[in-house]
């Protein structure tokens, strides 16, 4: 039975997540920042732990940590999968606009990696995997944070599964396409037509297309991957 730490489980891909490692008999710890209510509901039906932190705040991690290894018993995997996305005119985004998208996409990674890696650093042994996008390579108009933040998700993932390669752990990446959650929910209907058309399989993609990803990467046939990013997005801009 695998310990497992989930950011963001309380909707759309870490919730898919969430389900998928409970379904396969690990524990699983999950983080959120807001949906108390839904959190609970998880709670109860899939028996995971709902832990109510804010990854953008390094103290708020440190505290969820805790709590989670103290509760699991240590970790095995973790998921960086929380985020947000800010959508307007770059001329137009304040500084705090740009900031919180940046301390919840980019650091939130970083605090979440390096509080948790220290414990598997110590058992020789981990998985993390990190949530990126597909604008974190190749950039969305109107989302230029969101895409920054993403592309720096890139250089983390690479750059930590070189740090930490040798103490037994693997880092990877997950860019998504469009996935139908909550974060698309904005969009109106033709410009998710368009970006279904600009999808080669043709169709939005679903949470649980990027869970199986990250089952593999979690599981044993990935033992010798490290430092990848692999494109769930259903062949998008190729
Ligand atoms: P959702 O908006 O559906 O869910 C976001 C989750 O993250 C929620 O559980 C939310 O908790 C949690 N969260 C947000 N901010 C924080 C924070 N500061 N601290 C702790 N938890 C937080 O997102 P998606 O499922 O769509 O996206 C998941 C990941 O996949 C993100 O990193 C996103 O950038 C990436 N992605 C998504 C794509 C898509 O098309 N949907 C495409 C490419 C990448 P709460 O419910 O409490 O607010």
Same mark, same amino acid.
């Given at each position: @039975?695998r ?6 489980? *309380? ?11 409970c379904?396969?008999?690990?524990? &699983?710890?999950?983080?959120?920042k ?10 109860k039906?899939?028996? =995971?732990?709902?832990?109510? =932190?804010?990854?953008? &705040?390094?103290? $708020? ?15 095995? +995997?973790?998921?960086?999968?929380a985020?947000?996305?800010? +959508?307007? %005119? ?10 919180? &998208?940046?301390?919840t ?7 979440m ?14 998985r ?19 895409s ?7 250089? %983390?993932? @690479?750059?930590? =599964? ?9 880092v ?15 969009? $109106?209907?033709? *410009? ?8 080669s ?15 593999f ?8 991957? *490290? ?5 769930? $997005? ?5």
């Amino acid at each position: @039975m695998r310990r497992v730490i989930i950011s963001g489980g *309380t909707r759309g891909i870490g919730l898919a997540c969430v389900k998928a490692f409970c379904d396969n008999g690990d524990r &699983v710890a999950f983080i959120y920042k807001n949906s108390n209510y839904k959190a609970e509901e998880i709670a109860k039906r899939y028996g =995971a732990l709902p832990i109510r =932190a804010d990854i953008s &705040v390094e103290d $708020d991690v440190k505290r969820a940590v805790e709590i989670a290894l103290e509760a699991l018993g240590g970790v095995d +995997i973790l998921v960086n999968n929380a985020g947000i996305s800010e +959508i307007g %005119l770059f001329t137009d985004m304040s500084g705090a606009d740009w900031h919180n &998208v940046i301390n919840t996409n980019l650091s939130g990674v970083f605090f979440m990696s390096r509080d948790i890696s220290r414990e598997m650093i110590k058992q020789k042994y981990g998985r993390i995997i990190n949530i990126g996008s597909v604008w974190g390579r190749c950039g969305a108009s109107c989302e230029v944070a969101y895409s920054a933040s993403k592309a720096g998700v890139r250089g %983390l993932t @690479m750059s930590m =599964a070189k740090e930490l390669g040798p103490s037994g752990i693997t880092v990877n990446c997950i860019e998504p396409g469009v996935i139908e959650t909550d974060m698309n929910s904005h969009f $109106d209907g033709d *410009t998710m037509r368009e970006l279904c058309d600009e999808t080669s399989l043709c169709r939005i993609g679903k949470p649980e297309d990027v869970a199986g990803a990250v089952l593999f990467f979690a599981s044993d046939r990935a033992s010798f991957i *490290t430092g990848q990013i692999l494109g769930v $997005d259903g062949g998008f801009e190729i």
